[in-house]
Structures are given as structure tokens and as C-alpha cells.
């Protein structure tokens, strides 16, 4: 894989795989892709976290803080990548909105969207800094905002080919990474995209404090990257951090055995990375030092991983792991000390070594993990199965959106969505409540400051929808 400028170079013809990508986008859309649309208001308010009944509207609210719920215009099928907000207060919006001229999926128009919004959740400017081409070839992945204001954008694309400020970007393999810059006001400054390999896919990005950017991309069968080739037979992972320019200031790698990154967060000394990996993880730092993580264990599946990097990527500062058939870290929040929530997937059952470990309620389940600044653990707590789950911390709490189906409604929209509230200080349930109506989609979730949280999803079925965008209050 090579961060290189759109249209530069051409690899040798790769082996093509089916991306994960793809499903992952399509998949939540397909599940509830026909029958009767919602039609809910322009403006919803919504009740305050782990209560049920109606609250104050934002016009009506007295209490220093509103809640509502804000319903987006899209001609056609909507899908959120990522939400997060401004140094100034603003709340960012990363999505692709694409229009059907029939029931096969052909479409007329498609962009790839960013849209600010004030704390009322009014928008404050849309920028189209995409456009899609004849199919759905671009899927938003990541966004952060550095504390100058600058935009990160991250993104996959397939072979099909999208248009990205301006530059053509099209996969020589089966999905490659891009990472967008972009001022205060959405304007696309710079755009890179990752090469080589046969699939380069789910980027992520992390913004420290003092502006530096870490961009993260996992990689299947070999990659390029500034000069040096790898090969990886079962997929590894690059980090690079990287300059207002985007071009790579240092790099790194997790090698040896299908190593790949899902999470990625910033901390007071430098970077948390999880994700998972088969059967043993290396670190080579960004000196080209090899630092074993976990010895061969051989028998299992592909297992979880959390490691705490320093800010110049040479060593590993600590690292955890959990053995499961099928596990990752999926998500991550950072407090301002340093200590760390994960949010895990996992089948069946998930161990740690030395501790003990906890059996799914279903074949696949979740968990919230609890790490302390210096890596020693404090608590792991199981969750019941949910689909497409999203963590976030507000205050004292850790607030999980997860998305289970009705059995008891056999229709198109029996989709629902629950938020569940944990205590941070030792994992335990405070209260769980439905979200939203039938058939509505949580897609992203992000921490807007210590009482407040954001989520946002798509609130229509395939068809004639929109998104929505809703501040909750504890």
C-alpha cells in the first residue's frame, strides 16, 4: 500500500477479493430496504437519557441544554459515515446520499456529503466534496477535527471509481483508503489515497491535542508504502502519522499474521490502536524495530487486541489482548488522564490470560472493557447481542447504541434501536430505553462534551428518506 497523490502510479494487477467494506455499508440498508417509509417531523424532541416519556422541546426547554432531534433532507438512500464536533462548538456530519432510478440500484446522482450543524441543530453549510459516479463507489469512514479547525475526512473506495475534490480516485485492487483534508468551512485542501495490495480498507483517523494526525488502514495479501514492499499473506496493518499535507511524517507497522486496526484514539502520551489479529502480533515501530506483542497461540481464531503507542511511534508503551474465535476492538474512548473504554465484538466467548473469562448470552455478543492509563485492568462487562453497536463516554457513563430485530413484527421495519447506559466506574447497567421509531438505523455515535452525546443514523427505509442527527442530554 503507498499513500500517494490521486492518479499516481499503477501497481501490478492484485488478487481480487470481496470487501467487507461493501457489506458493511450495504447490509443495514438491505435489511430494511422495502415496504411503508416513515415520515417523522422536521424537529422531534426526544427524552432525556434512560427516561421514557416526552421532554422538553428545544424551543421549549429551560434547562441550559436542549435535546432534539434534527431529520436531513436526502433524495434517496442515506448513509451516515461519522459525526463529530468543532472546536467552536458545531457539529460535523460525513455521509453519502445516492438517488434511484429503479429497483436494481442504478442511480442517477450520488455524493459524498459534509454538513455542519449548530448546537440547535441547525445547518449551518453543506459541502458536496464528492461525487459518487454511476454506482456507490465511496464509503465515509472516519472524521475528526484538529484543534485549529482542520477536517479529516477517511474514506473507502472500490474499483468502480469516485470523485474526491476534485481528484479521480479508483481502486487498482478491491477497495483502497482515502484520507481528505479540509478547512473550517468544509474546503477540500488535500486528498491522498492508499495503494496497492488487494484490498486496502476501514481507515481511521485520530487528532491528538497538539494537532498531529494518526491515519490507520489494514491491508490484505501485500502492499508498498514510501519505497518498502511487504507481504502479507493474511493482512496486516499500517499506521502513519501524518502532516497538514497529508504526506507521512513516520510509519509503522502490526505484522506477521493478519494483524488489522478498527480503532483509534489519541491519549495524553500518544496513541491507542485497537483491533485484532490470528495467531501472533508483532509491532515494528516506526525505526523499523520489531516488538512481539503476543506469542503464537496456535488453535484459535482471530483474537482482540489493545495497544498503547508513545507519540513518535518507536514502542509500545503496554498491550492487552482477549482469545476468541472471532473478536475485536471496534471502538475506543480516551478520558483526559489516560484511561481507556473498548468496546469488543465477539463469538462465543472471549478470554483474557490470568482472568477470567465470559461466555456470549448468543453466538455473538459484545463487551465494555475498562483500562487504566498505565494498562492495568479494571473491569470487563458483558452486553447483550446487538447488531452495528456504537459506544460513546458522557461524564460518568458510557452510553452504547445497538440495534436488535423484532421478532414479534415480521414487517420491513422491525428494526430497533436501544440505548443502554453502563457506570464507568465498574461497568454495571443503569438503564436501558428504545430509540427513535421502527425501522431507524443508529449508524454513528460520538461524545459532544461531558453531558451531552451525539448520535445519527438514517431514519427511512431504501427509497424516499433522509438521515437524522440528535443531541441526547443526560
Not at 241 to 253: A, G, K
Not at 267 to 281: A, K, N, Y
Not at 397 to 408: A, G, I, W, Y
Not at 412 to 434: M, Q, Y
Amino acid at each position: 500500500m503507498a499513500l500517494a497523490d490521486a492518479g499516481d502510479g499503477k501497481p501490478p494487477p492484485p488478487i481480487r477479493v470481496a470487501s467487507p467494506v461493501k457489506l458493511r455499508a450495504l447490509l443495514p440498508s438491505l435489511l430494511i430496504a422495502c415496504g411503508p417509509t416513515l415520515e417523522p417531523p422536521a424537529t422531534v424532541a426526544i427524552p432525556p437519557l434512560g427516561q421514557d416519556g416526552p421532554a422538553p422541546s428545544a424551543s421549549t426547554s429551560r434547562s441550559g441544554s436542549e435535546a432534539w432531534l434534527r431529520s436531513l433532507p436526502c433524495d434517496g438512500w442515506a448513509t451516515v459515515g461519522a459525526i463529530t464536533r468543532t472546536p467552536s462548538g458545531d457539529i460535523l456530519v460525513l455521509g453519502t446520499c445516492s438517488t434511484f432510478l429503479d429497483a436494481r440500484g442504478q442511480t442517477r446522482r450520488g455524493e459524498l456529503f459534509l454538513t455542519a450543524l449548530d448546537l440547535r441543530g441547525e445547518p449551518r453549510w453543506h459541502r458536496d466534496i464528492g461525487d459518487l459516479g454511476a454506482t456507490i463507489a465511496c464509503f465515509p469512514a472516519d472524521l475528526v477535527v484538529a484543534p485549529d479547525g482542520t477536517i479529516y475526512a477517511a474514506g473507502t473506495i472500490d474499483e468502480d471509481g469516485c470523485t474526491v475534490g476534485g481528484h479521480h480516485l479508483r481502486s487498482e485492487g478491491y477497495g483502497d483508503a482515502f484520507v481528505v483534508a479540509l478547512d473550517p468551512n468544509g474546503e477540500v485542501q488535500a486528498v491522498k489515497q492508499t495503494r496497492g495490495g488487494s484490498s486496502n480498507y476501514s481507515p481511521r483517523i485520530a487528532v491528538a491535542r497538539d494537532g498531529d494526525v494518526l491515519f490507520g488502514v489494514m491491508y490484505q495479501e501485500g502492499m508498498e508504502l514510501m519505497g518498502a514492499r511487504r507481504a502479507a499473506p493474511r493482512g496486516g496493518a499500517v499506521l502513519a502519522r501524518l502532516d497538514r499535507n497529508l504526506e507521512p511524517v513516520w510509519t509503522s507497522f502490526f505484522t506477521r499474521d493478519g494483524a488489522f486496526i478498527d480503532a483509534l484514539a489519541a491519549t495524553p502520551h500518544g496513541w491507542l490502536v485497537g483491533g485484532s489479529f490470528i495467531d501472533e502480533l508483532v509491532y515494528e515501530d516506526a525505526h523499523q524495530h520489531n516488538h512481539p506483542l503476543v506469542a503464537r497461540r496456535p488453535g484459535r481464531g482471530r483474537n482482540a487486541f489493545l495497544v498503547a503507542l508513545d507519540g513518535a511511534g518507536k514502542a509500545p508503551l503496554w498491550s492487552r489482548h482477549w482469545i476468541s474465535e472471532e473478536a475485536s476492538v471496534i471502538d475506543l474512548e480516551v478520558t483526559a488522564e489516560g484511561a481507556s473504554y473498548a468496546l469488543l465484538s465477539f463469538y462465543e466467548s472471549l478470554d483474557e490470560p490470568s482472568r477470567p473469562g465470559i461466555e456470549a448470552q448468543g453466538r455473538h455478543d459484545i463487551a465494555l472493557v475498562a483500562t487504566t492509563a498505565n494498562g492495568r485492568p479494571r473491569w470487563l462487562t458483558p452486553a447483550d447481542h446487538a447488531y452495528e453497536p456504537r459506544f460513546l463516554r458522557v461524564g460518568h457513563e458510557l452510553l452504547v447504541t445497538s440495534m436488535f430485530f423484532d421478532d414479534r413484527d415480521a414487517g420491513p421495519n422491525h428494526l430497533r434501536t436501544f440505548l443502554e447506559r453502563f457506570a464507568t466506574d465498574d461497568g454495571h447497567s443503569v438503564g436501558r430505553r428504545r430509540f427513535g421509531e421502527h425501522g431507524w438505523a443508529v449508524q454513528v455515535a460520538a461524545t459532544y462534551d461531558d453531558t451531552r452525546a451525539l448520535v445519527a443514523g438514517r431514519s427511512q427505509p431504501l427509497g424516499e428518506g433522509g438521515y437524522f442527527v440528535s443531541l441526547l442530554e443526560p
